[in-house]
């Protein structure tokens, strides 16, 4: 939508896009629109006739989705390293400079919009991919357990009950109250005062303390769920594999982050944070997997357990964290292009192919994390399902 507004923001002058990438991100919008609406329409629905062209309908949707994805990580790395490379050398191909030097509302939003874009394909997918599964499969109760892309609750389930979270959740709230001054801060010393040094520091030192904090909840969480029954049957769920494949993409960033920022230290502060950060988050999201993992399988043994609900409050602290690192995940491009180390290191084109593929499965990360993480709260507390 930002980029079709820009059409008409720089309307008087001339723009760094052909004029038929207008259609295109209307088709987009469009075609955003009618899958949402698809989707949430026929979350539910057990298709038993033509499966031949239902199975090739939905293989064709998902791989859409892919493409958007791809096409979208590619238009976006060249936009940046066009507009990085003319801001380096100050100079421009004939008949760009004036859409380069223009601030527009869709490149300054650019850094915290384009990894939704790529995460609604992610889950997009991977939705279709779970209505591709139960094309003519017969269900004989109810539709199945995953329900963490839909918040529909199934007919006959019992109503949300949040006893024994109620701990969890102030503290949750507390930091989350943190994390909302932090962002607050950071846009102070970057809007009012221009230093943005200081306002990635506020950023790098939040995170930090975000991620101090859930690796200890973490820990305790683990000890409390771990009385609960182990169900091998639910450990490759879908919402295990897309969780795996978010954990991939973070290593790699991660790794290639620690790489740059280890061999190229040269003791100032912003460095030395990002350092502690990367190495921070590589042990937490390990941690963290290696817990949602373990918690998706797990559910009470016996009525006792149903009523004294171990680790619920810790899981409500832990969804409620996650949420706030999601937050402060959104401005992860914006930190990397304060603290140039990486881009050094690795050349403007090399950095830029490496946050625009990534960022968005650490931001996913976060994201597809808080909701298994609802799941468990909810899940983990019910008797094991017979059939």
């Not at 169900?231 to 960033?253: E, H, M, R, W």
Request: hydrophobic share 50%; glycine share 4%; with cysteine.
């Amino acid at each position: 939508g930002l980029h079709i507004a820009t059409y008409f923001e720089t309307i008087t002058t001339e723009t760094c896009e052909s004029e038929i990438f207008i259609l295109v991100y209307v088709m987009h919008l469009l075609f955003t629109f009618v899958q949402t609406f698809f989707i949430f329409k026929n979350h539910k629905l057990v298709i038993n006739k033509q499966k031949p062209f239902v199975r090739f309908g939905m293989m064709h949707l998902m791989a859409t989705n892919i493409c958007v994805l791809i096409v979208t990580a590619v238009m976006e790395t060249n936009e940046d390293y066009r507009l990085q490379s003319y801001i380096v050398n100050n100079v421009t191909l004939e008949g760009t400079k004036s859409c380069y030097e223009e601030v527009t509302l869709a490149r300054s939003a650019s850094p915290y919009l384009f990894p939704c874009t790529i995460i609604y394909s992610i889950i997009g997918a991977g939705i279709i991919y779970r209505l591709y599964q139960y094309i003519g499969v017969r269900i004989k109760q109810r539709w199945p357990s995953h329900t963490s892309f839909t918040s529909s609750a199934p007919t006959g389930a019992s109503a949300i009950d949040c006893d024994k979270a109620n701990k969890g959740l102030f503290l949750g709230l507390l930091v989350a109250v943190f994390t909302l001054i932090a962002i607050a801060t950071f846009f102070v010393f970057e809007s009012r005062l221009q230093d943005m040094f200081t306002a990635v520091k506020v950023l790098f030192t939040t995170e930090i303390v975000l991620m101090i904090i859930t690796g200890l909840g973490i820990a305790w969480g683990y000890i409390r769920l771990s009385k609960l029954k182990f169900i091998t049957s639910q450990f490759l769920s879908v919402d295990s594999v897309l969780l795996l494949v978010a954990l991939a993409g973070s290593y790699i960033y991660l790794c290639f982050k620690l790489i740059a920022v280890s061999t190229s230290l040269q003791g100032n502060v912003a460095g030395i944070l990002s350092l502690i950060t990367t190495i921070f988050s590589i042990c937490q999201i390990t941690e963290q997997t290696v817990f949602i993992l373990d918690g998706l399988c797990r559910c009470a043994e016996n009525d006792n357990q149903m009523m004294q609900k171990p680790g619920r409050a810790v899981v409500t602290f832990l969804l409620v964290c996650n949420l706030a690192l999601w937050v402060v995940s959104m401005f992860e491009v914006k930190k990397t292009r304060v603290v140039r180390l990486h881009e050094e290191f690795y050349g403007i084109l090399a950095w830029n192919i490496i946050t625009h593929l990534c960022v968005p499965l650490i931001i996913f990360f976060r994201f597809h994390s808080a909701i298994c993480l609802s799941k468990m709260w909810y899940n983990a507390y019910q008797k094991e399902k017979t059939t």
